[in-house]
């Protein structure tokens, strides 16, 4: 007989599996760099996006779950040679473990069947490829931008990539290099055997075994979830990851359950527990979450379970924009209540927010809980004080709260 979950559990299931809902570091005190990495090992990535308005994405889960903490500190762990990352194109280009690498070979398997389909570059200039290999085999990691070629100018509809650039990031999928560090957030090339040790590179599993492997480490990380959730952790096909689910479930790693509410037509969904997945009474959070936060990243579950339809209007004409350029999700508890637009202004030391939305339902202390998680963003990011643009129905509670404090 299949278990019944609630959608409340549910979803403080999928919570706690995250590592939401433990105690923060306030300002003054700051997480150490076991505790840092303990995020990374239990999400098992961090999403990389050049998006600095507030702070680059990477940052963001650990201080929603730690609070405040050395942005160092994860540097140190996930860039150079002794980091515990290595960065590859898991969900999206993210930092992994680097015991994850050889997991991936399938997918760099992948990409050198597509060589042909990247513009025809890779197959047309081999050459460079090669080239490109033997110039960081002599020289050791270096940026696109400190390679010199003939070829190196920029052209065509890649951004202005040159063909110098565009090759090496086709080479980075295809794992023929990676990056060890960023620069100004330029890539750093270098070769594999340079960065990576050999057991590493020549350790790859079947993909079958490296598929399961995946879909278990996605169902410990989410806790509970349906196959279109568990395939999109990793962004996997979903004919295999069907296969690897039952297996999964065979060997009692995965328990299927039902969540009333999850349906997909006329029918429930099918949904799976991870057996290690704790089931909490209670959640205590309040927490701003990165658009690429896991918990928020695959909008179909985003809806399903928090009852919240997101999207990020970075691409969206400013006079279009609804809700603001970069708002991040508004976590009280077990629900998402609202969200809020903030900019780190460095130059005057203040973090603004730009404007700032509550859901229907919201609770009314939800201004009074998020000014304090305001106050520790600030401080984390050097800041010294928080301003309140207006905009919004939250940001009159927010300034009044700013004011009273």
């Known amino acids: ?234 962004r996997m096909k979903r004919a295999p990851v069907r296969r690897a689910i039952s297996e999964l479930e065979e060997a009692g790693v995965l328990l299927p359950v039902e969540v009333p509410g999850w349906r997909t037509g006329s029918k429930a969904t099918p949904s799976w527990l991870h057996r290690d997945a704790r089931r909490p009474r209670r959640i205590e959070s309040t927490a701003l979450l990165s658009p690429f936060d896991p918990v928020v990243w695959f909008r179909p579950r985003t809806e399903r379970m928090f009852d919240f339809h997101y999207r990020i209007e970075i691409y969206t004409p400013e006079p279009q924009r609804v809700f603001g350029y970069y708002s991040l999700p508004l976590l009280l508890d077990d629900r998402i209540v609202g969200r809020v637009d903030l900019k780190s202004d460095r130059q005057a030391g203040v973090l603004r927010v730009q404007s700032a939305w509550v859901e229907p339902g919201a609770p009314e202390e939800t201004a009074a809980r998020l000014v304090p998680v305001l106050r520790r963003a600030a401080a984390w990011q050097g800041l010294d004080e928080v301003a309140v643009a207006g905009r919004g129905d939250l940001s009159p509670a927010i300034e009044a709260e700013l004011r009273s404090a």
């Not at 090669?130 to 940026?143: F, N």
């Not at 492997?213 to 959730?229: C, H, Q, Y």
Request: hydrophobic residues 40%; contains cysteine.
């Open 1 to 234: 007989m299949v278990d019944t979950v609630s959608p409340a559990l549910a979803r403080r299931i999928a919570l706690a599996a995250q590592g939401i809902g433990k105690p923060v570091f306030e300002p003054g005190e700051a997480a150490g760099p076991r505790a840092i990495g303990g995020v990374v090992d239990r999400l098992g990535l961090l999403q990389i996006d050049s998006v600095n308005v507030f702070e680059r994405s990477h940052y963001l889960p650990a201080f929603s779950r730690l609070g405040h903490y050395d942005r160092g500190a994860l540097d140190r762990l996930t860039y150079g040679r002794r980091g515990r990352t290595v960065e590859y194109w898991a969900h999206q280009a993210a930092f992994i473990p680097r015991r994850l690498w050889p997991l991936f070979e399938f997918r760099r398997a992948e990409y050198r069947d597509r060589g042909e389909d990247w513009g025809g570059w890779v197959a047309d200039d081999r050459g460079l490829a090669g080239w490109l290999r033997s110039e960081l085999a002599a020289k050791g990691p270096l940026r696109a931008s400190e390679i010199e070629h003939d070829a190196n100018e920029r052209r065509g509809p890649w951004w202005g990539w040159s063909d110098v650039k565009r090759t090496l990031e086709m080479m980075f999928r295809t794992g023929d290099v990676v990056c060890v560090e960023r620069r100004r957030f330029e890539r750093v090339y270098a070769l594999p055997e340079q960065a990576l040790p050999a057991e590493l590179i020549d350790s790859a599993p079947p993909e079958p075994d490296a598929v399961r492997e995946l879909v278990e480490l996605a169902a410990s990380a989410l806790g509970i979830g349906t196959e279109a959730d568990l395939a999109d952790y990793w």
